[in-house]
């Protein structure tokens, strides 16, 4: 039987979709996997070329007479290209989509545009020299050559693109005063530097005895080849950053390299100049605000070993290096480490793979570890380091909890409870700032009695139900529905509906109350432009305004030392997004903004508001408890079976055609019955199919189908089994997706 594989012959170029088939020859099946290097046969000529092995195929795609064979295998050296190959075939298998797909996440594809050359343009000679023949010039009415060499007697070297560009002055002009010896003209091939121009001093830090420990820990496992992963549970200031550096200076004296992985909100100024001052040209960093060029430019420098240590988004993972020593993963729970495009992979789990390949470690940070790693850590399977105090002994702050059911019934209606006014009145007078962070994280309409807190739930999934345009609830996960009631089923209060406040509302309420305060707004409106998160920072932390208000954007990264008091004006906002992970997002939100206030000298005080002053999240986000939240947060996802508990599985089933959608969601409905029967009830469950939160977008219809099983591996597996169906199926009116942990 002959088999067959994928190759692609040209990965620099974007022809990743052209992947042509070559036979396998027989004896070297053994050899031949996703990644390997093989020389093929190409085009008529059937000159010889390098290829990479991207899939390997049971049956031939045309007439198996015109397929060529493979010639050898190419062992020389070990290309990063096969390594990266190899885990986007691992992105794949894991979480679904095509392998082009995977192959555009993980190699940086090259653009058509030709590599940036800069070309300069240097004064050749002395300046009195140049002074008498700009004179002779002048005379002689040459005026572009005297334009050209008086910029240069003012400037050397002016850029070559802005002597033909801003000066007007053509090439042959400029290939004349090359000739007469008067210039002179260098080309380099530039990797344009995104930390070129900024000097700055290193100050080295020496370590605490915790910081020590954690970084002798971590790098003698490295050594001893243990290479299980470390989480450091740390609140914010508590020191990480100091122990990355110290791990990564590490890795280095062993000429190994390190990714550094931070969310984008956090890739701030500040953060960057941190490891340029100690990492120097060695480092560099990848954002989304970078050219396409630009980022080609960065993984090139460190494909070519110019550098140690890379900074970035999700992205940066694949980063080009041939031999890397950490990987580390800051504000590990941070739900940017998730694609939201094809393929869904998560960084955290995607990194633990490509670590594997180099016997690299992965090191996750966070103030508010995630549910699913704080139980990798309680299961043994990882290493857990705590660092429980901030670096300069500066105490947390104080929480107080503001019930505002108990607000409204003595008669005040207000978003702020008298007890924040009397705050805000208090810093106001003392100069002191205030930052009001307002809940609305992935608002959606749920329905909640503000005379009791009561929050419309399904009976099933114990989720908020959302209210659409058709006035009735439903149930993004089962699809069960119902009409709104007029009154709170729990207390029989009228005030029951939908919470609508936005933060321009709150900004003139404040306004409102507090004339002579200064006050600025920070949300998705306000930081359209560009540099206006920046901006907006900046301002508040020189001292340009006393009120701060803003959503989620303003709780994270940046420090305000002058910041005394930070109001949180209706906390319970995010526990009510239909996701089973919403007390964890409430948790995470809650301790960061508490975070924000007394990070200077004088201590800070938080006030959360909510309509739900007895949830466990909100009570241990106010005690700073992260091990009694985790506690009480897994019984829940033990009796949901939701992850990590278990391990969910989501397929969407998109189409223009609702019935074509239905009848596909039926039949992997029943073929997820047939790949399960021999299961017991127990291991596994199934919710839907039905339709998706918002059923129908620009004319597409949307399914889901959510499956839960308590064994990872057999998620796997199913998805393998039903993208096998799906392609005998071969419906191409329906989109098919799958999505695992889903966020
Ligand atoms: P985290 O990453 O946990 O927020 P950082 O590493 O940024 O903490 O440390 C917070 C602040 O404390 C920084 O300004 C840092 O320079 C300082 N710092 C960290 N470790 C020490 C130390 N051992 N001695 C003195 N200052 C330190
Ligand atoms: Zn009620
Ligand atoms: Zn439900």
Known sequence: MDTYASVIVDITHSKLDRPFQYRIPHGMEEQIHPGVRVVVPFGNGNRTQIGYVIG????????????????????????????????????????????????????????????????????????????????????????????????????????????????????????????????????ERAYRNPFSG???????????????????????RRKMHDHAPSLIFGVTGSGKTEVYMALIEEAIAEGKQSIVLIPEIALTYQTLIRFYARFGDRVSVLHSKMSAGERFDQYERAKNG?????IGPRSALFTPFSNIGYIIIDE??????????????????????????????????????????????????????TLPDRVSGRPMPHVEIIDLRSELRTGNRSVLSRRLREQIHDRLEKKEQIMLFLNRRGYAGFVSCRSCGEVIKCSHCDVSMTL?????????????????????????????????????????????????????????????KKDGYESILSAFANREADILIGTQMIV??????????????????????????????????????????????????????????EHYSILTAADQDYVSFYQQEMIYRKLLHYPPAWEMLLIHIDSENESAADQMASYLDAQINDYYKEESKRSW?????????????????????????????ALTGLKSFLEEKIEIRNDPNVSIQFDRNPM
């Open 56 to 187: 390997i195929d049971a049956k031939p795609a045309i007439a198996p007479e015109r397929i060529k064979e493979i010639l050898s295998i190419d062992a020389s050296g070990t290309a990063i290209e096969s390594e990266l190959i190899r885990l986007a075939f691992w992105i794949r298998e894991q979480y679904g989509g095509t392998m082009n797909q995977a192959l555009r996440t993980v190699l940086p594809v090259k653009r058509k545009t030709q590599a940036k050359e800069m070309r300069y343009v240097f004064l050749n000679v002395a300046q009195d020299e140049a002074a008498e023949v700009l004179s002779v010039f002048q005379k002689k009415h040459q005026t572009a050559r005297a334009r050209l060499l008086q910029a240069l007697m003012e400037q050397s070297p002016v850029p070559y693109e802005a002597v033909t560009g801003k000066l007007h002055v053509t090439a042959s002009v400029i290939r004349t005063l090359e000739e007469q010896g008067l210039l002179r003209i260098t080309s």
């Open 198 to 220: 900024i000097s700055v001093e290193d100050t080295s830090i020496a370590l605490n005895p915790d910081q020590e420990r954690i970084v002798s820990e971590i790098s003698q």
């Open 306 to 310: 110019e550098l140690d240590v890379m």
């Open 332 to 385: 590990e729970h941070e739900s940017s480490y998730k694609s939201e495009g094809v393929p869904r992979y998560h960084a955290c789990d995607t990194a633990i793979e490509r670590a594997k390949m180099h016997s690299a470690n992965v090191v996750l940070g966070s103030a508010t570890p995630s549910l699913s790693s704080y139980l990798k850590t309680q299961q043994g399977k990882w290493h857990l380091y």
């Open 468 to 528: 659409h345009r058709d006035k009735r609830l439903y149930c993004h996960y089962c699809g069960d529905a119902m009409d709104l009631p007029k009154v709170c089923p729990k207390c029989g209060s009228p005030y029951i509906g939908t919470f609508r406040a936005g933060t321009q509302q709150i900004e003139s309420i404040v306004q409102k109350e507090f004339p002579n305060a200064r006050i600025l707004r920070m949300d998705a409106d306000s930081t359209r």
């Open 556 to 613: 994270k990264g940046h420090d305000f030392p002058g910041v005394t008091l930070v109001g949180i004006l209706a906390a319970d906002l995010s526990l009510h997004v239909p996701d089973y992970r919403a007390s964890e997002r409430t948790f995470q939100l809650l301790t960061q903004a508490s975070g924000r206030a007394g990070r200077g000298e004088i201590p800070g005080e938080v006030i959360i508001q909510t309509y739900q002053p």
């Open 685 to 713: 469950q199934k919710i839907g199919p039905s339709n998706a939160g918002i059923a129908k977008i620009e004319d597409i219809y949307r399914k889901v189908i959510y499956i839960k099983h308590n064994h990872a591996d």
